[in-house]
């Protein structure tokens, strides 16, 4: 499967913003069998991150695809969903991740300013879902692409480094920011899994 995902995003690279938006939802259909470990190997072949981006062209050439699929969102999050939960019932890890805030009840926002995507990730009591927009975001962390393609590593470092970029003011953040405090042992799970 991770060859499979390799290949979808080489594919994909190739294709024309339009063409993409066109593709994305039968390509994202093709592989939505694929596991966390699968995502990372095929992400690692390509690069790392920084691969991806060099193919892509660069920041400004990833915000003008973001722009270009921002309609398309919408009618993909449900096979996201799937995707995720799957992923999270299906690997230890991310399950002791997400079992770390299982009695958050929080709505965290992401606004992808430079692309203009905004979505939000729902905590409540033990369920998440991704959803569109940012309506009934407790709080909204707002991300031009810079800070978006940092996030990685800031993760990986913990907390201290979480803290770091938020209170540095690298990453900004609307609302009640204390809300999203109950978000941080996930977030520092997740910076480890990233890590292996």
Not at 27 to 39: G, I, P, T
Not at 122 to 148: H, R
């Amino acid at each position: 499967m991770a060859e499979n995902l390799k290949n979808m995003l080489e594919e994909g690279f190739k294709k024309s913003p339009a063409e993409l938006k066109e593709a994305l939802p039968g390509m994202l259909e093709s592989v939505k069998e694929a596991k966390l470990e699968d995502a990372m190997e095929a992400i690692g072949a390509l690069g790392g991150l920084t691969g991806i981006l060099d193919t892509i062209g660069g920041p400004d050439k990833l915000n003008e695809l973001g722009k270009e699929l921002k309609d398309v969102i919408p009618t993909l999050i449900p096979t996201i969903n799937e995707i995720v939960q799957a992923n999270i019932k299906g690997n230890e890890d991310l399950a002791a991740a997400f079992d770390k805030v299982k009695s958050a009840k929080v709505t965290s926002g992401m606004d992808l300013v430079d692309m203009g995507i905004a979505l939000k990730t729902k905590f409540d009591a033990g369920s998440f879902s991704i959803e569109n927009g940012l309506e009934g975001a407790d709080l909204t962390l707002v991300l031009p692409t810079a800070q978006l393609l940092e996030m990685p590593e800031i993760m990986s470092g913990g907390m201290s480094a979480m803290m770091k970029a938020f209170t540095g003011g690298k990453i900004k953040i609307k609302g009640a920011m204390m809300k999203g405090a109950a978000l941080m042992p996930l977030l520092g799970a997740l910076g480890k899994i990233g890590k292996k």
